[in-house]
């Protein structure tokens, strides 16, 4: 684990001062069992540095351990080494930093840019079920790296270009717009839909969708206008469901945006040698691929990679990223890695911080959901069935709750449930839902850690008192003895390695994971108040009260931390 927090530093510059290692470099892991200690170091390199075997060095280490502030002892079981925390001193400052929002290192990124390519979908399209992962993720992804300081650029990268625009333009000239109802996303979509099956029984319109889409690249008018409107519709239904999910692009550029790239891009590949024709097609060839990567039909037209090629190099351009992303459904893996080949191919090492971030399929009662599938899910209904299901959720445990906070609260839940179910497991993986799993406040859900949250909040509320960090001063944190307390303050220790782990491996289900732990140890915690009076939050003792009031106060300013990193909202009340 790295050194995020000053107990770890003061473990690192221990381990350091005894091995003449840089502190820097030094590994600090939680230790495995609290009765053994909280952090623990392995001696192996150090020991393979110094020439000397393990157990002795880490024997060395706890030799010359003095306590500092922050800890209390150290001793070596083997070859490692383990830290005990001095638990008041450690409180004070876990319970400072949660309330100050600064457990997590909130300068990790400073000057460095992340560029996200996420949610993107195809315009006169519904932004269907599937398309909730891509969305979901890269959200959760850009609020952990601005969270750690990164300057994020959240980038939706329309698919709004392309022969399938051409062949919606034919059939508006074909059919026009629909007769008894407003031209909504849904109608551009029937549209769509009609017009392929056409194209099944008069292959000739596929030739009228190319015609069209020339048209459009070559700036007629009428083509452009249409287009336009087209693309209008789409995005204001898109914004719809961006403003539920507190989603905001920092660029919304879409393939069409490189359109005026496109005849650049391809003069300097055919200057690099690097074009091949093939049927008639323009292609590379790469090394290690089956496949070539197309850019260019026989009729001239670019496609989705060339494209491409010319978004990565804008990107690269225009922000100087650290890393740049792609936040797309695994079965896009071939274009990425052919893209990356190419990318290199034409002399841009850049290409080393691309990457794809693939995610798995979301199946709902066992289907995949997918744009060609008869029965796709609308992102919309999911949204509405989710706020409606939670409200007869939170009314069953809480039938006193106001009806405007219901109200209030409702959305917040149900798309938290919705957000929470598409990150909790690790990307890759497959999703499949149940529905009253995602929505139960009890389990592995959202509202279960947002409940968690609630309750702490609950707790306060009751206690009529407010614990602010001026207020720590007068908090006598020795008061918390019982091993269940110190296990929620060791939970809150983890936070920030979570938080830089989710960003350095793209998974914001570590972040799931953690908030599922710490509001585990929380209910445990709080829970053994049921049976014995004296180990209630609220109890009789005034100091030791006050001091289970601040833990309290920093589990919920963790989980609402937590929350924020997955772009989930923490109610006061549900
Ligand atoms: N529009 C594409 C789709 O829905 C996703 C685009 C992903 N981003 C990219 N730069 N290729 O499949």
Redesign the pocket.
């Known amino acids: 684990m790295a050194q995020h927090t000053p107990l770890h530093r003061s473990v690192a510059d221990a381990v350091a001062a005894a091995t003449g290692s840089p502190a820097a470099d030094i590994k600090v892991d939680t230790a495995p069992k609290a009765e053994m200690g909280d952090l623990a170091v392995a001696a192996f390199p150090y020991a393979k540095a110094l020439g000397k075997k393990p157990n002795e060095v880490a024997a060395e280490i706890a030799a010359a351990f003095r306590p500092t502030g922050l800890l209390a002892s150290a001793s070596a079981t083997g070859p490692f080494v383990n830290f005990r925390a001095d638990r008041a001193t450690t409180l004070r400052w876990l319970v400072d930093a949660a309330l100050r929002d600064r457990l997590i290192p909130r300068d990790l990124g400073e000057g460095r840019t992340i560029c996200i390519?996420y949610s993107?979908?195809?315009i006169s399209k519904h932004l269907a079920y599937h398309h909730i992962r891509s969305t979901v993720i890269g959200h959760a992804l850009a609020q952990i790296f601005r969270a750690l300081g990164y300057r994020v650029v959240g980038i939706n990268?329309l698919?709004d270009w392309g022969t399938t625009h051409g062949m919606l333009l034919a059939a508006w000239a074909l059919w026009g717009p629909p007769a008894d109802r407003e031209l909504d996303i849904t109608a551009l979509n029937d549209l769509y839909v009609r017009f392929r099956e056409a194209m099944k029984q008069n292959p000739d319109l596929e030739n009228q969708g190319r015609m069209w889409f020339k048209r459009l690249e070559d700036g007629d008018a009428e083509a452009r206008a249409l287009w336009q409107r087209f693309r209008d519709i789409s995005l204001a239904e898109y914004e719809a469901v961006y403003v539920r999910l507190g989603i905001k692009f920092d660029e919304v550029r879409g393939e069409s945006a490189y359109e005026p790239d496109l005849a650049r891009v391809m003069k300097e590949l055919r200057e690099k040698n690097l074009v091949t024709t093939s049927d008639g097609a323009q292609v590379v060839e790469l090394e290690g691929e089956k496949t070539p990567i197309l850019l260019q039909t026989r009729d001239g037209t670019t496609l989705?990679a060339t494209r491409?090629v010319a978004?990565a190099e804008y990107r690269w351009g225009t922000y100087h990223f650290e890393r740049s992303l792609?936040v797309?459904d695994r079965g896009?893996a071939l274009h990425f890695r052919q893209l990356f080949k190419l990318l290199g191919r034409m002399g841009h090492d850049w290409v080393a911080r691309c990457q794809h971030v693939p995610f798995g399929l979301v199946r709902l009662g066992g289907k995949k959901t997918g744009t060609r599938t008869g029965n796709v899910v609308l992102l919309r209904d999911v949204l509405d069935e989710a706020e409606r299901d939670v409200r007869e959720v939170i009314a069953q445990v809480n039938a006193d709750l106001p009806a405007e906070t219901l109200d209030r609260v409702a959305p917040i839940v149900g798309t938290g449930a919705v957000m929470f179910a598409n990150l909790v497991s690790q990307r890759e993986k497959d999703v499949d839902f149940e529905w009253e799993k995602v929505i139960a406040l009890s389990g592995d859900s959202g509202p279960y850690v947002q409940y968690s949250h609630a309750r702490c909040a609950s707790i306060m509320r009751r206690a009529g008192e407010r614990i602010a960090p001026s207020d720590l001063e007068t908090v006598d944190f020795g008061k918390l003895t019982h091993d269940a307390e110190w296990a929620v303050a060791r939970r809150l220790l983890e936070l920030p390695d979570a938080a830089v782990r989710a960003s350095e491996s793209c998974e914001p289900h570590i972040v799931c994971h953690y908030l599922l732990q710490l509001a585990g140890d929380f209910s445990y915690w709080y829970t053994l108040g049921n049976g014995d009076a004296s180990l209630r939050v609220l109890c009789e003792d005034p100091a030791t009260r006050r001091a289970r009031l601040a833990l309290v106060a920093a589990v919920q300013a963790a989980l609402a931390t937590g929350l924020a990193l997955l772009g989930i909202g923490a109610p006061e009340q549900m």
Do not use: F, K, L
Request: proline share 8%; glycine share 8%; charged share 15%.
């Open positions: 390519d993107s979908p195809n990268h698919g989705y491409d978004a792609y797309v896009q």
